[in-house]
């Protein structure tokens, strides 16, 4: 899987209220370019949020699962995309204390065409976009979005 971690200068729970807000998933997820619906229990797993890749005209729709989560500190998602395919995708968050928590993505294709691609080539494009999302992630934790508690 390829890893990307980045330090950020907002606490786990701010980090949260945005990832645990699924309507701001297109917000900060480079190639997610709008949210349909959202199911009502999302984060948990099981709940899907429903999206559309792309550009438009140009848009696919589907959806995203989550399949493991731990409140404040892991998400675990299964991202489709047909037909370019699905993904894993790992989110954590490490809480340093203070206004300080490390956040790390990491990815890989699972099925479909993106799993064909070699790895030594599809490593590095999934590294550039998901620095972008993390950098993404941290503007909105800090200007505080997110799900109101």
Not at 5 to 30: E, H, N, R
Not at 118 to 129: F, T, Y
Request: charged share 25%.
């Amino acid at each position: 899987m390829s890893t990307v971690t980045q330090l950020f200068k907002s606490p786990a729970a701010a980090i949260w209220k945005v990832i645990a807000d699924g309507w701001l998933y297109s917000g900060w997820v480079v190639g997610a370019s709008r949210i349909r619906a959202v199911d009502e229990q999302w984060p948990q797993v099981g709940a899907k949020l429903h999206h559309s890749v792309g550009s438009w005209p140009f848009l696919i729709d589907d959806s995203t699962r989550v399949t493991k989560m731990e409140p404040s500190q892991k998400l675990e998602l299964l991202a489709r995309g047909w037909p370019l395919g699905e993904a894993k995708v790992q989110i954590t968050l490490e809480d340093l204390g203070g206004s300080q928590c490390r956040v790390s993505i990491s990815e890989d294709a699972v099925r479909g065409p993106g799993k064909v691609v070699p790895k030594a080539l599809r490593d590095p494009m999934i590294s550039v976009r998901n620095r972008e999302t993390l950098r993404r992630l941290e503007l909105m934790a800090a200007g505080g979005a997110g799900r109101k508690s």
